[in-house]
């Protein structure tokens, strides 16, 4: 089968630093992509890996280890604006993406 | 230019009626998505299209729902005889192949009393 697993929920403080993991099993990879989702919006692009490493953009660093089927996601200097859904999200073979649950982060002040 | 739209952005349907939901991809994608969201859930794949080709449509729940991309531009998805479990989000996306990065219109959130 297929899955994806990441928590349902952290908290973080504002300027703090949080990561958000994911683990995987799928049939087929083409890339780990995370995006973001505010309550009640569409999912927007935030990060694309398909090498093992770690890819730097802004405050948003995202991590992939293939041979352990294992990503996360970094966020540096917290804002109340970055509470929402993260969907970690794995393009198997033929285009079709799989999509974990998503974590819900609370940023506090 | 624009990005993905999508219409109705609500829609209220009784139980066996039919709907029809629409998604005006980004000009020029050849890549097209459906996907479905239930509450507090992540996205699950429904259909995907490239161009006017129905490539993949494993994730389509049951025989009542239908997509089509009729001149690989415009898409709709068709569900049939609607039931209380197909109340959720209805998301498109679009790419410009289908291996990048995908754009999501805003949604259709469907809710079948």
């Known amino acids: 089968g297929q899955n994806i697993d990441q928590p349902t929920e952290m908290t973080a403080t504002e300027g703090a630093i949080v990561q958000i993991n994911c683990t995987y099993q799928?049939?087929?990879?083409?890339?780990l992509f995370w995006y973001q989702q505010h309550a009640g919006e569409a999912p927007t692009f935030l990060s694309y890996?398909?090498?093992?490493g770690l890819e730097e953009k802004g405050r948003f660093s995202s991590f992939l280890s293939r041979s352990k089927g294992y990503s996360y996601l970094l966020l540096k200097e917290l804002q109340m604006k970055d509470s929402a859904s993260y969907l970690c999200?794995?393009?198997?073979?033929?285009?079709?993406?799989?999509f974990g649950a998503g974590t819900r982060l609370f940023v506090k002040a | 230019g624009a990005g993905v739209s999508q219409s109705p952005r609500y829609k209220v349907a009784k139980r066996g009626q039919d709907v029809a939901l629409r998604c005006d991809p980004i000009?020029?994608?050849?890549?097209l998505f459906w996907y479905q969201q239930a509450l507090g859930q992540g996205p699950e794949f429904l259909t995907y299209?490239?161009?006017?080709?129905?490539?993949?449509k494993s994730g389509l729940p049951s025989d009542r729902f239908f997509a089509e991309r009729p001149e690989g531009s415009v898409s709709t998805l068709k569900i049939q005889r609607t039931q209380q479990e197909d109340s959720a989000v209805y998301l498109c996306?679009?790419?410009?192949?289908?291996?990048?990065?995908?754009?999501f219109g805003p949604g259709t959130r469907l809710l079948v009393l």
């Open positions: 996306a679009s790419s410009p192949r289908g291996l990048e990065t995908q754009y």
């Open positions: 799928t049939s087929g990879f083409n890339g």
């Open positions: 890996n398909v090498l093992d």
């Open positions: 999200a794995v393009l198997t073979w033929g285009f079709k993406t799989i």
């Open positions: 000009s020029g994608h050849v890549s």
């Open positions: 299209f490239q161009n006017e080709a129905q490539l993949d």
